[in-house]
T-cell receptor, first 115, second 109 residues
């Protein structure tokens, strides 16, 4: 298996622009997680899905952030409009099962810089 | 909110030495996991220890768990330069996992 795939790997954009991050989870995994990592705040869980359904989006910082999972093999995280404080590394992870026994498999991340 | 807190925040050792990192958490857990993150990469799962276990080994890794003190430690024996990375504990009070801020380990050759 190719593992969790994220695209793009790097994104540089200007404030106010729309940013779309993409994720393809490992086939057969039923949970998908979006994280944001910064030096100041560490690794933050933004939202997670179970069988394509959003379960908890309480970590989404603002209405400017939205996430979708139209099918089991694809998810997007959108920021509209983007702001400089959104600059971070965004990770997607997937797992089979939950309840704490699962191993989460992380993608390589998207490094976002908003100017 | 973050459940686990790693200590120290940063650690620098010589190759061949042992490295010990600690994790403290606040609420009851079902299990605790340790992950490693190499620079510029995603996190990689290392080991899981359940709440009814006290110690677990995997290769050069040794993990202990003290539920009475709400703490865990990760020991890497005979460290190598390739062990240079950040190490995170992740606790499972419920779904999903809650990650700490990590310990940055530097192993100097």
């Amino acid at each position: 298996d190719a593992g969790v795939i994220q695209s793009p790997r790097h994104e540089v954009t200007e404030m106010g622009q729309e940013v779309t991050l993409r994720c393809k989870p490992i086939s057969g995994h039923d949970y998908l997680f979006w994280y944001r990592q910064t030096m100041m705040r560490g690794l933050e869980l933004l939202i997670y899905f179970n069988n394509n359904v959003p379960i908890d989006d309480s970590g989404m910082p603002e209405d400017r952030f939205s996430a979708k999972m139209p099918n089991a093999s694809f998810s997007t995280l959108k920021i509209q409009p983007s702001e400089p404080r959104d600059s971070a590394v965004y990770f997607c992870a997937s797992s089979f099962g939950a309840g704490g026994e699962e191993t989460q498999y992380f993608g390589p991340g998207t490094r976002l810089l908003v100017l | 909110s973050q459940q686990g807190e790693e200590d120290p925040q940063a650690l620098s050792i010589q190759e061949g030495e042992n490295a010990t990192m600690n994790c403290s958490y606040k609420t009851s857990i079902n299990n605790l996991q340790w992950y490693r993150q190499n620079s510029g990469r995603g996190l990689v799962h290392l080991i899981l220890i359940r709440s009814n276990e006290r110690e677990k080994h995997s290769g050069r890794l040794r993990v202990t768990l003290d539920t009475s003190k709400k703490s865990s430690s990760l020991l890497i024996t005979a460290s190598r330069a390739a062990d240079t990375a950040s190490y995170f504990c992740a606790t499972a009070p419920n779904t999903p996992l809650v990650f700490g801020k990590g310990t940055r380990l530097s192993v100097i050759a």
